[in-house]
C-alpha cells in the first residue's frame, strides 16, 4: 500500500468509527466494493482451527435451526 493508499484507508476508516458502523453494514460496504471473497479467505488463512471449527458448529447450529421451522 502506497502513501495515498493508507491516507485514504485511514480518512475511510476514520469516517467509518465515526458513524459506529454495524456488522451488516460493513458487509454490505466489503460486498460493494467487491471483497467478500477475499475477506473470507483472509480471516480464514489467519485463524486457528479451534475459531474456524467454533464457527462452522455455529453455521450448522443455526442451519439446523432454520430447518426445523
Known amino acids: 500500500m502506497d502513501r ?39 480471516l480464514i488463512i489467519n485463524s486457528s482451527d479451534f475459531d474456524i471449527n467454533n464457527i462452522i458448529s455455529e453455521r450448522d447450529e443455526i442451519n439446523g435451526q432454520i430447518t426445523q421451522l
Open 4 to 42: 495515498n493508499q493508507q491516507s485514504s484507508a485511514d480518512h475511510i476508516i476514520e469516517h467509518l468509527n465515526a458513524i459506529d458502523v454495524d456488522g451488516e453494514t460493513m458487509e454490505y460496504i466489503i460486498n460493494g466494493v467487491g471483497m467478500s471473497y477475499q475477506m473470507l479467505r483472509q
